[in-house]
């Protein structure tokens, strides 16, 4: 019998060395993600069930059961407005500690001289508590919002500062020179070379900046609000509503993760850009 050679083959084709890399890649995103929500349920359930058995006080540590309680007796246009203050708050002194903190780097890695003189004041304003400039702030700007946001641009601006400019100057200075050999101007040379190979730092650093902005908004809830998250876990501390301060520190966790992400999405965005040019 004859075979018919116009019929399609029906073998399996096997997998190039590039699929077989691409699947094994999607296979270890898929299980690093089913183990992370894995944790995170086994950490809930013990928590749950260290509760109800009386391993620990639920009066003191709560419990996701208490927690969803405790957010069920609130109103959600009112927990809304709680959010929404801290949040705001969070995001505009994120972006301008970002911003501003990038804007002064370039400045030092442009003046030679005034990166001298000023990088030891950095260093020590770095380490000075920035709680203890919580009063002074209030009377600078006063007793609201804008000083929540100052104290978030506080405690992020120099981070900001010296982790960009220990990437600007971490680049290869032979590129600088051949460039400078061939008439780039400072302007040329910061936007072909410096702030291109920079990209991964610039990511990085907006992801640390991510936490210190929290941080920062907490902190300066703590000192003077009216409203936000950081009132709400100050209002149940003192009253002893551990159930409220525990499910505000909850949905702070979930504001940060969401930032996070949204930071990781910028951050494909600018390795395909950059890896497309």
Known sequence: MKINKSLPCLMPRSKTPRQAYLAKRRTDKLTTVLLQIGLLVALIGIWELAA????????????????????????????FVHIAYTLIECIVGFLIASGLGILIAILLWRFTKLRRVIEPY???????????????IIIWVGAGA???????????????????????????????LLMRS???????????????????????MLKINVGLAWVG????????????????????????????????????????????????????IAKKKFHAE
Do not use: H, W
């Open 52 to 79: 109800e058995f009386d391993l620990i006080d639920p009066f003191i540590t709560s419990c996701p059961s208490r927690i969803v309680k405790i957010l069920s007796t609130i109103e959600i246009s009112e927990l």
């Open 122 to 136: 950095m260093v020590v304003l770095n380490a000075l508590p920035k709680i203890a400039l919580g009063p002074i």
């Open 146 to 176: 804008q000083a929540i946001i100052v104290m978030t641009i506080l405690i992020c601006i120099i981070v900001t500062v010296i982790s960009v400019l220990n990437g600007f100057m971490a680049v290869d200075e032979g590129k600088i």
């Open 182 to 204: 061939m008439g780039a101007s400072k302007f040329q040379i910061l936007t072909k070379l410096i702030l291109p190979a920079n990209v991964p730092a610039l990511v990085n």
């Open 217 to 268: 908004t907490i902190m300066g809830e703590y000192l003077v609000s009216t409203a936000g998250l950081g009132y709400l876990i100050i209002y149940g501390s003192q009253v002893f509503k551990m159930d409220l301060v525990m499910a505000s520190t909850v949905i702070l966790c979930l504001l940060a993760t969401v930032m996070y992400l949204a930071v990781a999405g910028v951050e494909r």
